[in-house]
């Protein structure tokens, strides 16, 4: 049953977050960073405007330690993808928590996930679970060059924290070089960049199949074509596209078929649970070959959580709702800006998931980002740019939504002619984040 919650006013008042802020004073000589993920931290909202902890959700909606409510775009970045609190997958966690949560056995719960994802992901002959995204990025690397008995690998995207991808990034310090020497990556829809990089050592190449970028002249049917000419496999990283985009995800939206897939987020709506999908001959390195076992891998009230979630999803059809209000929002975010004259802002993506950018030729992309949240807060909206849609929101959040960003549009073309952006901030504005959408960490092999 879908979580809503109707007549809902929202406030038109910057909110009090007093009781954020003093968490944070806390947590700042204790927690390095404050956060466990950045884009949930301190640094992607405005300091001193947006709330910085959160107490509870319900439907698309959240509320923070002070008590005020908001309608949220992140979902968690990502993982709950049919709304806080959803009857049927709290009903499910609650009945496994009456008899356990992690046992000294196998759970059958494993068996009878693993069969459901066989009949929704299509490469999924073979299956295995973890706990984080980076878990599985890592487990499918190290299987493929097990497998091709090589060593090189050519990503696209975000993977993950583990070695062998953050050595790409600008934070790779406490990697060896040997390590770092490995990993190279490549364009998104440039084939020339992915033939430039490949060579007889590349075991495998991985990448988001899409974010904010449609592929263009086929670009994932190429790289499927490069990868098996070149005897290297194909991974997926299916975190974002998973359950999202398609209940099968990118594989069975764009018809391209991966040797292994990884998935995480959106599979059991907040649930702590990741999932390495692939082909029979691949994943069988996994019996006695290569070591991928983690002593949460087979927790149960993730597990159940996951079933009911995709039996949910599919019922519901929800990528189907999910694209539909994300394409109402992009497009009547594109129309304001339109009617307002802003060329500098837009909102970009597939209808799985949107963003909206701005450029830099009238301002400061940051501050001009940090001014749009900081009204959109004003107005009971937790957003940092990006559109998650979950089967909890609804047309009149977005109704809403719609007439809170024309507002906050004005508020910002008012201050771009007068050249007011950083005047108007009333805190500090939101760094970069570190885990790029497009424009991705590029370390290419030549
Ligand atoms: C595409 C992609 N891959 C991998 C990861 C890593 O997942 P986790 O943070 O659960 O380790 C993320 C996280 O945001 C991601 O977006």
């Not at 979580?3 to 927690?31: G, Q, W």
């Not at 996930?113 to 984080?132: C, D, F, G, Q």
């Not at 949460?296 to 999910?322: C, D, M, Q, W, Y």
């Not at 201050?415 to 108007?424: D, K």
Request: hydrophobic fraction near 35%; include cysteine; charge should be negative.
């Amino acid at each position: 049953m879908k979580t809503t919650l109707e007549n809902v006013t929202f406030r038109v008042s910057y909110p009090d977050i007093s009781r954020s802020d003093e968490y944070y004073c806390r947590a700042e000589n204790l927690i390095p960073g404050a956060t466990q993920t950045l884009a949930k931290g301190p640094t992607q909202y405005v300091c001193g405007v947006a709330p910085k902890y959160l107490e509870r959700g319900f439907g698309s909606h959240v509320w923070d330690v002070d008590g005020n409510r908001f309608i949220d775009y992140s979902m968690a970045v990502g993982p709950v993808s049919l709304g806080y609190c959803y009857q049927e997958v709290d009903s499910a966690i609650r009945q496994q928590l009456l008899k356990g949560i992690s046992f000294s056995l196998m759970h059958p719960l494993e068996v009878e996930l693993a069969e459901l994802l066989r009949t929704t992901i299509p490469n999924a002959e073979m299956v295995r679970y973890s706990k984080t995204g980076a878990d599985v990025t890592s487990a499918a690397v190290r299987l493929a060059r097990a497998y091709t008995n090589r060593n090189k690998v050519l990503c696209c995207g975000y993977h993950g924290w583990h070695d062998w991808y953050v050595s790409v990034t600008t934070r790779n310090q406490g990697i060896p070089e040997e390590v770092r020497s490995l990993t190279h990556t490549f364009e998104y829809n440039n084939i020339d960049s992915l033939y430039r990089a490949l060579d007889e050592d590349t075991a495998c190449v991985i990448l988001e199949p899409v974010t904010f970028q449609a592929p263009e002249n086929g670009f994932l049917d190429r790289v499927r074509h490069a990868c098996t000419e070149n005897g290297t496999l194909l991974i997926f990283d299916e975190m974002w596209t998973g359950f999202r985009m398609a209940i099968g995800g990118a594989q069975e939206y764009f018809h391209v078929d991966a040797d292994l897939a990884t998935f995480s987020k959106a599979v059991a709506n907040g649930m702590p649970l990741s999932i390495l999908t692939g082909k029979k001959d691949v994943m069988k390195l996994c019996d006695q070959d290569i070591f991928f076992y983690t002593t949460f891998g087979g927790e149960t009230l993730s597990l159940t959580a996951a079933v009911a979630t995709i039996k949910e999803l599919r019922r519901r059809n929800v990528p189907a709702h999910i694209a539909r209000l994300s394409g109402q929002l992009r497009d009547g975010y594109n129309e304001i800006a339109r009617n307002l004259g802003m060329h500098y802002t837009r909102c970009i993506g597939l209808d799985y998931r949107t963003m909206v950018v701005f450029d830099s030729d009238c301002g400061n992309q940051l501050e001009m980002k940090s001014l749009v949240q900081q009204e959109l807060i004003k107005h009971g909206i937790l957003w940092n740019g990006f559109h998650n849609i979950s089967y909890s929101h609804t047309d009149e959040d977005i109704k809403y939504t719609l007439a809170a960003y024309e507002e906050a549009l004005q508020t910002l073309r008012e201050a771009v002619l007068h050249n007011r952006v950083t005047e108007m901030l009333r805190g500090t504005p939101v760094q970069p984040p570190f885990r790029k959408s497009t424009g991705f960490h590029t370390k290419p092999a030549l």
